[in-house]
């Protein structure tokens, strides 16, 4: 039996993130410039949103560019908002075929105006499509998204529109830029790295964590398929002890 069929189509996450990583070296290892890692990393990228929507993951997140990756070289910058743009054009027919839609998350002004505008562009057109809604993380950082968050929260505060006292959970959540999507159930990072870097600290807090020595752009649909498999053989217990989730 082959991975896929061994999945449990009943007990998939609702919520999958991955930190796509090891382009870089991927290139290197092979004395190819960093960009050649960026490129394949595409094809992965591809690759992995096919099989999530045809195993039929609803939510599938993914880190394309952090806040700290501004810090990279210039010319490497570019060359990946180059690429971003270029794959949202040519993505666009692959998404609409498959009914996703397209979100992000991230301080998004940042992104230069041709790689925004492209972003917007595919986000307004793709969005009444239900199958999955693949979220790109751009120009993301979690500290950035909380810092963001406590701001607008006391900005309310401060202009009496809530009280201190309406800060919950639920609240907090709704400022997030991810206030529309649900908790990660299941994060993968790739290329033997075991960190979390900045990436969806408050919505992980439940979720499985799986790492793989994979790199990113060698990860394939049957890469994931062992990474959903895996999360169906571990128990999440949310707190609770295992005699109380079988009673
Ligand atoms: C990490 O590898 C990867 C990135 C910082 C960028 C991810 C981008 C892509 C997969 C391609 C473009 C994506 C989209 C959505 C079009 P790294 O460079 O940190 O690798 P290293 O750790 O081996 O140096």
């Known amino acids: 039996m ?5 999945i449990n189509p009943e007990k998939l996450p609702l919520h ?16 190819l410039f960093r960009y050649k890692g960026h490129e394949r990393g595409t094809k992965a990228v591809r690759e992995v949103v096919e099989g999530a929507a045809e195993i039929g993951i609803k939510y599938l997140t993914l880190y394309a560019f ?12 570019n060359l990946l908002m180059k690429l971003l743009v270029s794959s949202l054009k040519s993505e666009l027919t692959k998404l609409t075929e498959n009914d996703i839609k397209l979100n992000a998350i991230g301080n998004i002004d940042n992104l230069p105006a041709p790689a925004k505008e492209e972003l ?8 009444n499509h239900q199958r999955m809604t693949l979220t790109l993380a751009l120009s993301y950082g979690s500290r950035e998204e909380l810092v963001k968050t406590v701001k607008e929260i006391s900005v309310k505060t401060k202009n009496r529109l809530i009280s201190p006292l309406d800060i919950d959970e639920q609240l907090i959540n709704n400022h997030l830029y991810t206030h529309n999507l649900p908790d990660v159930d299941l994060l993968i990072r790739t290329s033997g790295e075991q960190r979390i870097s900045n990436f969806l600290l408050w919505q992980i807090a439940y979720a499985e964590l ?11 649909k049957e890469d994931l398929y062992k990474a959903l498999l895996n999360y169906q053989n571990r128990e999440r217990r949310f707190g609770r002890t295992s005699d109380q989730l079988n009673e």
Not at 19 to 27: E, L, P, Q
């Open 16 to 31: 999958v993130a991955i930190v796509m990583d090891g382009n870089g070296r991927w290139a290197t290892t092979r004395g």
């Open 210 to 220: 799986y790492f793989t020595d994979v790199l990113w752009p060698d990860f394939t």
């Open 66 to 77: 952090s806040t700290e990756n501004w810090k990279r070289p210039e010319t490497e910058v």
């Open 120 to 127: 917007l562009s595919v986000i307004e057109k793709t969005k």
């Open 2 to 6: 082959d991975t896929k069929t061994k």
